[in-house]
């Protein structure tokens, strides 16, 4: 589609005195996925209910896939899929009818459900385990399931709720890949809201955060960081002296050095020439064994976020 799948403006949802979602105003690109990020509370799963249609906003309001999300939930919600907190499978049925059922609710005909199910699970690598009971099945699998049921009737949105919540480092590993797979290989969006820092970095081009219903940021995970924290480098060697340390915080491009064992943590202002200050070290009697370019996290750069917003 042209446009933004998702665009918020001004969007707040109030539980009582509780400000859940304070004046939100968001756009997201399609065909992407897009990280959600906060800590618990802090209104993730309120904005996938309110883009749904599920619940009515306090103030503002949403489109997605074009549609208002107050005036047209049902069409919105005909169009995208969604895994949130619970999976929506049913355990004493096969994965084949657990997907069966779902493609009929979805109105797909008969050839479409053989079809689209026999992709999925393919893609899933589930496929020869299709006729199995899932109450056998580990959460992983289970999990893969779930969202091979979301993406069943081809939607242009897929909400994803902590969708490698519980899992072991394996199954997340292997459900992200196939998240990965999937978006480059359907167009698909993904909104996915998550806790893992490490996941949103793999898997998402831009990512917002919010806390306490308040958005702090959005961008490419290489645009926060460069609003919260500068390059780093890091030294390894021996003799760093307090008066090779004094130097470089001497430095106009360094913000901040830390010291450890035999390691230097320098922290730069901006992104720039690092022989200048081996040079410095190795003048002022360092021996340098190593130097490493370095970025912060995006999970740093997430909590000096959450400390700033104290």
């Not at 756009?27 to 009515?56: C, D, M, Y």
């Not at 106009?252 to 022989?275: K, T």
Request: a neutral charge.
């Amino acid at each position: 589609m042209n446009g933004p799948a998702i665009r918020i403006d001004n969007l707040s949802r109030d539980f009582g005195p509780i400000k859940a979602l304070d004046k939100l105003s968001l756009e997201v690109p399609s065909g992407s996925i897009f990280g959600f990020l906060g800590p618990n509370g802090s209104g993730k799963t309120t904005t996938i209910h309110l883009l749904l249609g599920l619940l009515e906003p306090t103030g503002g309001r949403a489109e997605v896939l074009g549609f208002d999300t107050q005036k047209h939930g049902d069409a919105v919600r005909a169009r995208t899929g969604a895994l949130l907190e619970h999976a929506g499978l049913y355990e004493q049925m096969t994965a084949e009818e657990n997907l069966e059922f779902h493609g009929r609710i979805n109105r797909l005909g008969a050839g479409e459900r053989q079809s689209r199910m026999k992709e999925l699970l393919g893609q899933f690598d589930l496929w020869e385990r299709r006729r199995e009971r899932i109450v056998k099945w580990s959460r992983g699998m289970k999990q893969k399931l779930a969202i091979a049921r979301a993406l069943l009737h081809r939607p242009s949105l897929v909400f994803l709720d902590e969708p490698t919540a519980g899992l072991d480092v394996v199954a997340a590993a292997a459900v992200r890949d196939d998240l990965a797979t999937l978006a480059a290989g359907e167009g698909v969006t993904f909104f996915l809201t998550t806790h893992n820092m490490a996941e949103a970095e793999k898997l998402c081009r831009r990512v917002a955060v919010i806390r306490q219903g308040r958005l702090l940021a959005v961008g490419h995970p290489d645009e926060l960081r460069a609003r919260t924290n500068g390059p780093r480098v890091e030294v390894v060697g021996r003799g760093f002296s307090r008066e090779a340390l004094d130097l470089l915080r001497s430095r106009p491009e360094v913000s901040a050095v830390e010291s450890q064992d035999n390691r230097l943590s320098i922290h730069l202002r901006r992104a720039g020439e690092v022989a200048p200050l081996v040079r410095l070290l190795v003048n002022a009697g360092a021996e340098v064994e190593e130097v490493l370019k370095d970025k912060a996290s995006l999970e740093e750069v997430f909590l000096k976020l959450m400390e700033e917003e104290k």
